[in-house]
């Protein structure tokens, strides 16, 4: 194997192509146009743009475009990382009549695994327990049905992809859940399939990382939780899920094991189980790589992307250096944040915009997965918000919690509104450091949401600067004279914008009144100690709209901020 496809965009497609150099293996990427700027494109050997006329997601479900380009480009292989075609078995077939290797499970196992009746046959043969109520491809009034039947809450998802459940607690929300999980499946999997079942609160969702070659080899990589969710999508997850008993872990990673030995699974999977106290459910089968599978790859210490590759190349799991199960072993406790840029506070909607401040954490024992997240990157409403996934390894449970609480406080990110005080909130709670927490533990716990979304000094003080830059302090051309300050609506003035922007007491007198000029450089003492180099390299034209966007470099940082120009404001609103 000497060059692959990614059939993917963001982290999964940077983090397989990290996993594909290290082996020397060449890397092609597909872009749709909205992702023209996504990191993903440039950092490809080789990048081709798809979906010319499609909406932005559906570019990526092109299975035809995709496969051209990969026979086109000579490649050996596609990786389809997760969601989009990942679990698509019609893409997996085309791929394979193409003469490519399709990177991931077979089309056996693709075929039980995506097909729900075909699954819980699977699991039932094997001896595992599955949620008692549940039914597949239903209709709306079909969902209706079974909740009149078994009562609410019940769970609406898609058959097929990665497509989150959605939880609906009266005849309304089935309705509205239902034509979302509908959209969604379509889009996002190319098929409009949902299905229903009864939907357990107040549990733990547990899934167990598996993998296994071509020679009937399979191994359980141990388990993690990910029961910090809310709408069932993840925030936080843990491996191993220190929450549970000894025994019950162990009966839980052998369940596992034993499913995935009944079929022979081949390549990367995951095993999701609904644990209640004592008891576990089946749920489903991932056949794909997902994106918490960094923090099984830090408690075991093996890279399960470049396993992807070594078992698609036909290797086996010993000669890749992967034990038997009974000497595997894990270490420590590592967890992952997923930082997103959202509204947490508005029903965790998208907050699309443009990049003005990109600072990263680090440190002993912190992976940073990155997606689209560098200064001047505009996201757009087409895509998961998801900027970067963070992820602290630690000896145990709480050095790691807090670990990530310090570096979820060391990210600055601005421009877009994140949930960065939200993952703090979660990781310094009591009940979550307990590892108890379960999944209705967002929807019980209103303090998560109390932190207003933070705003660091450079930046406010670089606004302030923009601000005046461009607009001059209000009336100061009428106060030129050395008591100019005693005028009330000065002093006003003067306070409006300390309250608004809070650091300007920093700045000295001139940059204060006048903002700074092209090509001007300033330094601003915060504290003892620490000092900003502030250095104005462009003011932009204004725009259409009466926007100028000012080009700063702050202690060696490209920063960009956006102004309105109230001049050009108030000319359009006086044009009869």
Same mark, same amino acid.
């Given at each position: ?10 982290? #999964? ?6 996993? =594909? ?48 380009? =990969?026979? &086109? ?84 998802? =898609? ?41 357990? &609160? ?81 749920? &489903?089968?991932?056949?794909? #790589? ?205 306070? &409006? ?80």
């Amino acid at each position: 194997m000497k060059k692959i496809l990614i059939a993917n965009r963001g982290e #999964i497609a940077l983090r397989i192509m990290q996993a =594909a150099s290290e082996m020397g293996i060449e890397t092609v990427a597909i872009y749709a146009e909205e992702d023209k700027f996504s990191m993903h494109r440039f950092k490809a050997d080789e990048a081709y743009r798809i979906g010319q006329g499609k909406e932005a997601a559906e570019a990526y479900l092109d299975s035809e475009a995709i496969i051209k380009i =990969a026979q &086109e480009t000579e490649a050996d292989a596609i990786h389809p990382g997760y969601g989009f075609l990942s679990e698509n078995i019609d893409f997996a077939h085309r791929v394979e009549e193409a003469g490519l290797i399709f990177i991931g499970p077979s089309l056996k196992h693709l075929d039980i695994f995506g097909d729900k009746i075909k699954a819980r046959q699977a699991v039932e043969a094997a001896g595992l327990r599955t949620l008692p109520e549940r039914v597949d491809s239903v209709s709306l009034e079909g969902v209706l049905n079974f909740a009149r039947g078994y009562g609410y809450p019940v769970g609406i998802k =898609a058959a097929l992809g990665s497509c989150r459940m959605r939880v609906a607690r009266n005849e309304a929300e089935v309705r509205a859940s239902y034509a979302r999980a509908k959209s969604e499946a379509q889009t996002f999997a190319g098929s409009s399939r949902v299905y229903v079942e009864k939907y357990i &609160e107040n549990a733990k969702h547990i899934e167990v990382q598996i993998l296994g070659d071509q020679h009937g080899n399979v191994r359980q990589l141990f388990e993690r939780d990910y029961s910090i969710q809310q709408r069932n999508q993840k925030n936080i997850e843990i491996a191993p899920a220190v929450g549970l008993s000894q025994t019950l872990r162990m009966h839980i990673n052998n369940a596992a094991l034993k499913l995935a030995k009944s079929v022979d699974y081949v390549n990367a999977g995951t095993v999701k189980f609904l644990v209640t106290d004592n008891d576990f459910y089946f749920i &489903e089968v991932k056949p794909c #790589i997902q994106a918490s599978h960094t923090v099984t790859e830090m408690i075991t210490g093996i890279d399960l992307v470049v396993s992807q590759l070594k078992i698609a190349m036909g290797l086996s799991l010993e000669s890749m250096g992967i034990p038997e199960q009974s000497q595997l072993k894990m270490q420590g406790v590592a967890l992952q944040a997923r930082i997103r840029a959202e509204k947490t506070e508005n029903n965790f909607y998208p907050a699309p915009g443009k990049i003005e401040a990109y600072y990263a954490s680090g440190g002993c024992g912190v992976r940073l997965d990155v997606g689209n997240a560098y200064v001047g990157y505009e996201l757009l409403p087409y895509f998961d918000t998801l900027l970067v996934k963070a992820v602290t390894y630690a000896p145990d449970f709480d050095e790691a919690a807090r670990k990530m609480a310090r570096v979820l406080r060391e990210f600055c990110i601005q421009g877009v509104e994140t949930n960065l005080p939200f993952l703090i909130n979660i990781v310094e709670h009591p009940v979550f450091l307990t590892g108890q927490a379960k999944t209705s533990f967002i929807d019980q716990t209103p303090e998560l949401f109390t932190s207003e979304p933070t705003v660091s000094p450079s930046t406010k003080i670089l606004n302030y600067i923009s601000d005046i830059t461009v607009n001059g302090f209000p009336e100061l051309e009428d106060k030129i004279n050395p008591f100019f300050l005693m005028y009330p609506q000065v002093l006003l003035d003067y306070k &409006e914008k300390q309250k608004r922007y809070e650091a300007i007491t920093h700045l000295d007198t001139p940059t204060f009144f006048y903002g700074m000029y092209q090509g001007e450089e300033i330094e601003v003492q915060l504290e003892k100690g620490k000092v900003l180099v502030i250095h104005l390299e462009l003011i932009g034209a204004a725009n259409d709209t009466g926007y100028r966007t000012l080009f700063f470099n702050i202690n060696g940082e490209r920063r960009e901020i956006r102004v309105e120009e109230r001049s050009v404001q108030k000319q359009d609103a006086e044009s009869p």
